[in-house]
């Protein structure tokens, strides 16, 4: 899905996968729980936003478009994702 004042594409998430999203960061934020139940649900957070940063990834590699940013490991061309 591409917005005109935008220069790159951007990835759809859906209104569920964003609410698990953030009920796992609102439980990871909590003073509540143990640290143990914390740290997993920072986890289960962590692991949603690399999923979507990875299909982003892909899905940019596949159109052959450079990304808007340069990768963990340094990379910034639009292969290599």
């Keep these: 899905m591409r917005r ?3 220069k790159y594409p951007g ?3 859906q209104g569920d996968h964003l609410r ?3 009920d796992a960061l609102e439980e990871a934020g909590s003073p509540d ?3 143990e139940d914390r740290a997993a649900a920072l986890g289960e957070a962590l692991a949603s936003v690399r999923d979507a940063v990875r ?3 892909r899905m940019m590699a596949a159109a ?6 340069a990768r963990g490991d340094g ?3 639009s292969h290599g994702a």
Aim: without cysteine; hydrophobic residues 40%.
């Design 4 to 6: 005109s004042a935008r």
């Design 11 to 13: 990835l759809v998430v």
């Design 20 to 22: 698990v999203l953030l």
């Design 33 to 35: 729980g143990t640290s």
């Design 55 to 57: 299909a982003y990834e």
């Design 64 to 69: 052959d478009r450079s990304l808007p940013y």
């Design 75 to 77: 990379a910034r061309g």
